[in-house]
C-alpha cells in the first residue's frame, strides 16, 4: 500500500534518512574517481576472473543496492543518484503529489505535481 507523507513525517523520515544519502553520495564519487583506473580493467577480465579494483568496485555497487533498498523501505523514492534527489508520496487537494528534496538541502523547501518531476519543483509554501 502506498505512503502518503504529511510534510513533518517527510523531514522526520529524511533526518534518519540523511546518512544513508550522505554514504551514497560517498560511494558515487569514490565510483567515478576510480572509473578511469576499473573500466579497462572490467573489459579484459569479462571473461577471466576479474580482478582486485572490480572486486572492489562489485562491493561498491552491492553497498549503493542495500542502502537505495533501505531508503526506498521507508517509503520514500530515490529518483536521480547523480544529484541526491528524493521524492515523498503526499496528498495535496486529494490527489497524489511529491515533496521534493535534493542533496545539499537542508530540509524539504520543495514539491511538485508528480507529471511535472524535478523541474516543476515549486516553494513549500505553496503546498
Known amino acids: ?23 551514497i553520495q560517498a560511494i558515487r564519487q569514490e565510483i567515478l574517481a576510480r572509473q578511469p583506473e576499473v ?13 582486485q579494483a572490480a572486486s572492489e568496485m562489485i562491493k561498491e555497487f552491492e553497498r549503493l543496492d542495500v542502502l537505495v533498498h533501505q531508503i526506498q523501505e521507508t517509503g520514500a523514492l530515490f529518483k536521480d543518484i547523480n ?5 515523498f508520496p503526499a496528498l495535496k487537494d486529494g490527489r497524489e503529489v511529491y515533496l521534493c528534496w535534493k542533496y545539499g ?13 524535478y523541474a516543476g519543483r515549486q516553494p513549500i509554501e505553496s503546498f
Do not use: C, K
Open 1 to 23: 500500500m502506498q505512503r502518503y507523507f504529511t510534510l513533518p513525517e517527510a523531514n522526520e523520515t529524511l533526518t534518519a534518512i540523511r546518512p544513508l544519502v550522505d554514504e
Open 39 to 51: 573500466w579497462p580493467v572490467v573489459e579484459r577480465s569479462a571473461g577471466n576472473g576479474g580482478s
Open 83 to 87: 544529484i541526491g534527489l528524493l521524492d
Open 105 to 117: 538541502e537542508e530540509d524539504i523547501a520543495f514539491w511538485h505535481e508528480i507529471e511535472e518531476g
